[in-house]
């Protein structure tokens, strides 16, 4: 049972990634999704929520309008589109699962590294 993210790498500022969180083991379509990330010498950062049907999304501030969280039911994925990035978007991001109502830090994955760079 775990989630694993991918979809991480090297871009040039402007440019796009999508990460992906895919769960194994459990269907993510039954956990609230969030995205955090990490960037070097600083604390965790909430990114972007997901509730468990999709009826409901979060954005922090500085993500609106260049973010896009989503699911897919059938491969058991949530994604993460992120376009026109920064060099303030370096960092580790990592996807964590929860329930609501279910206490504990619920399930999260081994993150995925993205660096903004020239």
């Known amino acids: 049972v775990q989630l694993v993210e991918s979809g991480g790498g090297l871009v040039q500022p402007g440019g796009s990634l999508r990460l992906s969180c895919a769960a194994s083991g459990f269907a993510i379509s039954t956990y609230d999704i969030t995205w955090l990330r990490q960037a070097p010498g600083k604390g965790l950062e909430r990114v972007s929520d997901?509730?468990?049907?999709?009826?409901?999304?979060y954005y922090a501030d500085s993500m609106k309008g260049r973010f896009t969280i989503s699911r897919d039911k059938a491969k058991n994925t949530v994604y993460l589109q992120m376009n026109s990035l920064k060099p303030e978007d370096t960092a580790v991001y990592y996807c964590?699962?929860?329930?609501?109502?279910?206490?504990?830090?619920?399930?999260w994955g081994q993150g995925t590294q993205v660096t903004v760079s020239a």
């Open positions: 964590n699962g929860t329930q609501r109502g279910v206490p504990g830090p619920g399930y």
């Open positions: 997901i509730n468990s049907d999709g009826s409901s999304t």
